[in-house]
């Protein structure tokens, strides 16, 4: 019987469109809006993420009730790697190293260095201030860089973020692509290195309906709608081949659902949340039959941040089934198979990750270290076990959608660094180690008889902002 959506679950969707109409009746239209020293659009500035001091060009006219600010850095780094990698847009994303891979003699074909420059993370946005709209501050950001769409389009300008906000005294309302609520702003590493703790660290930007309401001073609740553009879900292709798209997650019929709470306590900040969402693999078997099968994941996250003057301190915990479109090792597999038409049940894979960013500032410096360890602790459900030749390789008798490797057995990654702050530049180096096991998938999806290989980078990169 085909699945559908509950009209409660619909019911909720509608309450959430139309809160701000709801509560702009509430709210007094001179409420000032409680602006927060670190933000950007109300957005925190991390030195990864975001420039860290920016210069901001403004442009108000007498005739216009708008306001522009433009912004950004221009970044240009240079990497060394002892070994192949994993990793995306010419090799600026890193996840981990490459396995083991040998050659007729027994070599490692994968053991060999490499090194190269980019300046593809360069970014540029534009804030856009404007009149109150139901007794709300209004704004928008439109933000881009020149990583590109995939490794073919690397060096054009793609969207990073894209939203409009309504403010109130205690309520925000937020349409439009940002950072996926599984990242939190808050707690977020200040790497040198583009993926930002990943795969430890869940990365994702996704179009969202958000709404952020202030219950007291210091605790905040965070519902939001989102769905899957830059960072989809893994699923089958042709063949059974593993694909990312978005269609997935559209067949879904059901929007990524994340609901978060966070309290602040002096300058310290702790949070936790929830994730669900809901994906259909497939429209029709590979033996032309009809089908609606779908899987249901669940994640979750718990962080704290803890900042005096000088030093700062995170710390992140997550686990997450089916991780994929957080970059995380997680996946799903078929669990069972009718022989006769092909449809499929469907079992998820879970992972648990944490990881400690701390930084200490000098007046012209910062010194930082990154650790993070991630764990593939397989499904709940036995997975589907294909006939395969007795001297294939054994893996291949699952069918399991992971991103890349689904015999990963654990990441492990520490990476110091240090940052020189000559405004407008800012001269930064990493020295970044990164330790993946790969092994046997049992039945079960866990890994056995691991073997790990390691990868240092080192890791050079110059700033200017504006």
């Known amino acids: 019987m085909r699945k559908t959506i509950t009209p409660c679950l619909y019911f909720v969707i509608f309450l959430v469109l139309i809160s701000p109409l709801i509560h702009s009746a509430t709210v007094e239209q001179g409420g000032v ?124 300008l793609r969207m990073r973020h894209a939203y409009i906000r309504w403010q109130w005294e205690c309520t925000e309302f937020f349409a439009g692509q940002y950072w996926h609520p599984m990242v939190a702003i808050e707690a977020t590493p200040d790497t040198i290195s583009f993926n930002s703790g990943s795969p430890m660290e869940p990365f994702a930007r996704s179009p969202q309906l958000r709404v952020e309401q202030r219950i007291t001073d210091n605790i905040t609740l965070i519902g939001t709608l989102a769905a899957q553009i830059d960072n989809p ?142 764990k593939n602790v397989g499904s709940s459900k036995p997975l589907y076990k294909k006939t395969i030749a007795s001297d294939a390789n054994p893996n291949t008798a699952f069918i399991i959608y992971n991103i890349i490797d689904p015999d990963i057995d654990y990441v492990f990654r520490v990476a110091p660094r240090i940052r020189w702050l000559v405004n407008p530049v800012n001269v930064a180096a990493e020295v970044e180690y990164t330790r993946a096991a790969f092994g046997t998938i049992t039945d079960c999806g866990k890994i056995t008889n691991s073997c790990p290989v390691g990868n240092l980078r080192l890791l050079f990169a110059f700033y200017y902002y504006f």
């Open 233 to 374: 879900s893994t699923g089958p292709g042709p063949n059974d081949t593993v694909i990312s798209s978005g269609a997935f997650s559209m067949n879904g019929t059901c929007p990524n659902i994340n609901l978060r709470a966070q309290a602040t306590v002096g300058n310290h900040i702790f949070g936790v949340a929830g994730d669900f969402k809901r994906l259909v693999p497939r429209l029709v078997t590979n033996l032309n039959y009809i089908t609606n099968e779908s899987i249901n994941s669940f994640a979750g996250m718990a962080f704290a941040t803890f900042k005096t003057e000088h030093f700062t301190c995170k710390n992140k915990f997550t686990w997450a089934q089916n991780g994929t479109n957080f970059l995380m090792i997680s996946g799903y597999g078929v669990s069972a198979l009718d022989p006769i038409t092909d449809r499929r049940c469907y079992t998820n894979t879970s992972a648990w990750a944490f990881w400690n960013d701390s930084v200490y500032k000098f007046k012209k410096a910062q010194i930082g270290l990154f650790t993070g360890y991630t």
């Open 33 to 156: 809006i409680q602006q927060e020293e670190e933000k950007f659009l109300g957005e925190k500035v991390t030195a990864s993420r975001a420039p860290s001091e920016k210069k901001m060009l403004d442009i108000k006219t007498q005739a216009s009730p708008f306001e522009f600010r433009f912004t950004g850095y221009v970044k240009a780094e240079n990497y060394f790697d002892t070994r192949q990698i994993v990793a995306a847009r010419n090799g600026q994303f890193l996840l981990w190293p490459a396995k083991r891979l040998l050659d007729a003699n027994g070599n490692d074909i994968n053991a060999h260095s490499n090194f190269t420059m980019v300046a593809i993370e360069t970014r540029v946005a534009a804030e856009i201030k404007g009149p109150k709209i139901w007794g709300a501050k209004t704004s928008a950001l439109i933000e881009g860089d020149f990583l590109g769409k995939s490794d073919l389009t690397i060096n054009m």
